[in-house]
């Protein structure tokens, strides 16, 4: 074999080596991709399986109670291919919520047999319905939280508005008003509440007139009733500390009151206003007649002239000269 030949075979085999490993992974990854697909598409069969049970069993059950369903026959048996397929082989899926849905199958089953059971019998199926109704309303929860939660457990499940969940029933013909006697919807939302799912707001535990109540005294004015507000409620502790502390009076030391008594009498009160108020009058009277006043001084009184003279005339000699005073 020449060279060229050699190297001809050689890249041959090199090529389809490398094609036929690339059509094997393209085949592994073509039959994971598929076998992937077809989880998906059984596990949103299951979904779809437990929904048309449910409408079929709600439509039985309506005719039931308004009397265009009184034979068993009627009563079609309740099957679930879809959810046994997904039972029997190993999947990606929740195995919990999968084992959820099947024992809502089984209650739904148990119970359309007692309903079967009283239909034929001819006797009140008054009881088997209700129970009957609970299955339902429980069943729809479950959907929910398959279809919108991947199966996750109601404590597990994400934080959702209570209105997403009637929308999502609105979306699906589970109208209020198919059961009658109650609201399908509302009590969906309040089965998944006690399931323990956290849905917002939470709902009311008081009426408007309920809560207005406890902030207002309704009846302090028949003609108004929030108008008035109630007392604010006196704390237990602090009425019985009020009750129970006297009031502290400041101490008197009766020796030292004694002696302030006996001291009081002898202390005269200093006029210290009356002065000033009686010398007003007088000052008035002064200013009032000052010609009165000039009129009656008094007249010089005589004195003896020979004793002050000498010294005067003593005094007014000049000074002579040469004399040393």
Sequence with gaps: ??????QTFLTSGLFVLTASIGYLAWSAWRWLDRARDMEKSALAG???????NLMRMIKELAGVADGSVQSEIQ???VVHPQLDGL??????ADRESLTMMRGNYNELGAHKQTLRAALAGQGDVTAAANVSVDAVIGSIATLYLWEEHKGAPPKQASSTRSWHVRDWMKANDFRSDLLPGLHLRDQVVDRLRLLGMTLTPKPLTHTASEFYAMQY????DPNA???????KPVIADEADSAEVEPEI?????VA????????????EPAPAAEPEVQAEPELEADTAAPEESVAAEPEPLDTDVSDTEPEQAADDKPPTPGVVH
């Design 249 to 253: 009076e400041p101490e008197v030391d």
């Design 225 to 231: 009733p929030f108008w008035k507000r109630k007392k």
């Design 46 to 52: 299951a979904g779809f399986e437990l929904r048309m």
């Design 256 to 267: 030292a009151e004694t002696e302030v008594e006996a001291i009081e009498p002898a202390e």
């Design 75 to 77: 009563l079609v048996p």
């Design 87 to 92: 039972l029997s082989r190993p999947n990606e």
């Design 217 to 220: 005294d309704r009846k302090a």
């Design 1 to 6: 074999m020449s060279d060229a030949t050699f």
